[in-house]
C-alpha cells in the first residue's frame, strides 16, 4: 500500500529561481494538504484541496508559492521566485476525509542559496 | 484564534522510564486534539486523536492521551519509554467538519537515553 510520496527529495535552487515540488496522495484521499516546516516557525499551512478544490490558500504564502491538483492523484507547488527565506522542508499530507488522519510524505528540503 | 502549544522543547528521559509530553490548547468552538510523531529526517506519522466520549485515548506503542476541557490540555503519556521513541512529538488541533485543517503546536523532542 503505497503512502504519500514526494519528489525530489533535495532540491537546491538560487535566488530568483522557479521550482516545482510534487506530491502523490495516497490513493483515494479526498483531502490533501501542502505544509512549510522550519525550525522557528514550526508547521505552517501552505494550501488545502479537497476533492481537488483549494479550500485554503495558507494567506501569507500567497503571493509567490502556488499549488495546484490537477488530477485526484498528483500534485505541485510552485514557488517563483525563490527566496533564500524559502529554504525549509515542505510536506505534503493526506487523509481520507475531513477530519480523518493525516498522512505525511517524506517532505522536501529545499535550499535556496 | 486557535492555537495549540507545546511548553516544552526538548524532554530528556531514560529507557523503561514514564514519560508525559504537555499541549494546551485555546480554540473559540469544538476543537479535535491528535499527536503526530515525527523521526529525523522522515515526515509526521499519526499516534492518536480524541473525538469525544471517553477522555483517555489509546494510540500506537504503547501511548495514550488524556482531554481535559478544563485545563485545555491534552497531554500525552507512554509508560516505559524505549530508544526509538526518540522523536518530536507534535501536538495538532482541527475544528473539524469542513474544515479540515491542522492548527500545530512547535513540537516537543523526545530524547531517551539508554
Known amino acids: 500500500d503505497a503512502g504519500v510520496t514526494q519528489t525530489p527529495r533535495h532540491e537546491v535552487a538560487e535566488k530568483g529561481q522557479t521550482i516545482i515540488l510534487k506530491c502523490e496522495p495516497v490513493s483515494g484521499h479526498n483531502d490533501l494538504f501542502w505544509y512549510r516546516q522550519t525550525k522557528i516557525q514550526g508547521l505552517e499551512l501552505l494550501s488545502y484541496?479537497?476533492?481537488?478544490?483549494?479550500?485554503?490558500d495558507g494567506g501569507a504564502f500567497k503571493d509567490r508559492f502556488k499549488a495546484e491538483m490537477l488530477n485526484s492523484s498528483f500534485s505541485t507547488l510552485k514557488i517563483q521566485p525563490t527566496e533564500p527565506k524559502d529554504s525549509a522542508v515542505y510536506l505534503c499530507?493526506?487523509?481520507?476525509?475531513?477530519?480523518?488522519?493525516?498522512?505525511f510524505g517524506p517532505g522536501t528540503r529545499l535550499t535556496v542559496l | 484564534t486557535q492555537t495549540v502549544s507545546q511548553s516544552d522543547a526538548h524532554v530528556t528521559v531514560f529507557e523503561g522510564d514514564s514519560v508525559e509530553l504537555r499541549c494546551n490548547y485555546s480554540?473559540?468552538?469544538?476543537?479535535?486534539l491528535s499527536w503526530y510523531i515525527q523521526h529525523h529526517g522522515r515526515g509526521l506519522q499519526f499516534l492518536l486523536k480524541y473525538y469525544s466520549g471517553n477522555p483517555v485515548v489509546q494510540g500506537v506503542n504503547g501511548f495514550e492521551a488524556e482531554f481535559s476541557k478544563s485545563d485545555s490540555s491534552f497531554h500525552l503519556r507512554k509508560a516505559s519509554v524505549h530508544w526509538s521513541d526518540s522523536a518530536v512529538y507534535f501536538c495538532a488541533g482541527d475544528s473539524g467538519g469542513s474544515n479540515a485543517k491542522l492548527t500545530f503546536g512547535k513540537g516537543t523532542k523526545l530524547s531517551v537515553k539508554s
Open positions: 499530507a493526506s487523509s481520507l476525509a475531513g477530519g480523518a488522519e493525516q498522512y
Open positions: 480554540y473559540g468552538g469544538s476543537i479535535y
Open positions: 484541496f479537497r476533492s481537488k478544490s483549494l479550500m485554503e
